[in-house]
């Protein structure tokens, strides 16, 4: 299985900041990469799929890059909207794997 | 919009059988790839499997002896079943779109989730 790996764990931001999390496969998967949001009681929401293409309706304060093994998802001018936990997830093999979330608090 | 919903029993019995329903509203079943992912208490996302509208199916091999995943698009639903339950098996199930006609196939749309607890 492919292990991917968040950091951090856990950020604490203010309103406007700026964020950077990352993500780490244990292999190259290329671009096999995708993020989400996740709020509690809500379902998931799909944010960046192909490690940087911008899902629709998606605000362009969200963005993804990386290749091979080494991701990253950033968030300028942090919004109240924004504070949830972030997952990403390798679609290059079956099973198909998840970072442990990074929870980006006020 | 497509919208996903999650239905099913709350409170299952060790060692019987999790039944779970997913019905689609918005949008066809035909082309893609339905799926199960599952969050137990304070723990991160478990991708269970999927299965393609074709009639092909791919488990997680941690689950495979146990699970099985069906469609029925003439009703547009998703279904689960996970025999010979654990409370390891308590978690959030959701239900999930994975959608090959975006790069990479991600899963593009989800349900809110359902939780079942395993206990007697």
């Known amino acids: 299985d492919i292990q991917m790996t968040q950091s951090p764990s856990s950020l604490s931001a203010s309103e406007g900041d700026r964020v950077n999390i990352t993500c780490r496969a244990s292999?190259?998967?290329?671009?096999?990469l995708n993020w989400y949001q996740k709020k509690p009681g809500n379902a998931p929401k799909l944010l960046i799929y192909?490690?940087?293409n911008l899902q629709s309706g998606v605000p362009s304060r969200f963005s993804g890059r990386g290749s091979g093994t080494d991701f990253s998802l950033t968030i300028t001018s942090l919004q109240p909207e924004d504070f949830a936990t972030y997952y990403c997830?390798?679609?290059?093999?079956?099973?198909?794997?998840f970072g442990q979330g990074t929870r980006l608090e006020i | 919009q497509v919208q996903l919903q999650e239905s099913g029993p709350g409170l299952v019995k060790p060692s019987g059988t999790l039944s779970l329903t997913c019905t689609v509203s918005?949008?066809?079943?035909?082309?893609?790839?339905w799926s199960w992912i599952r969050q137990p208490p304070g723990k991160g996302l478990e991708w269970i499997g999927y299965?393609?509208?074709?009639?092909?199916?791919n488990y997680n091999p941690s689950l495979k002896s146990r699970v099985s995943i069906s469609i029925d698009t003439s009703k547009n639903q998703l279904s689960l079943k996970l025999t010979s339950a654990t409370a390891a098996d308590t978690a959030v199930y959701h239900c999930?779109?994975?959608?090959?006609?975006?790069?990479?196939?991600?899963?593009?749309?989800w349900g809110q989730g359902t939780l079942v607890n395993v206990s007697s």
């Open positions: 192909g490690a940087s």
């Open positions: 997830q390798q679609s290059y093999s079956t099973p198909i794997t």
């Open positions: 918005g949008g066809s079943m035909s082309g893609h790839y």
């Open positions: 999930a779109r994975r959608n090959c006609y975006k790069t990479r196939c991600p899963l593009d749309y």
């Open positions: 299965f393609h509208y074709s009639g092909s199916a």
């Open positions: 292999q190259n998967i290329a671009n096999y």
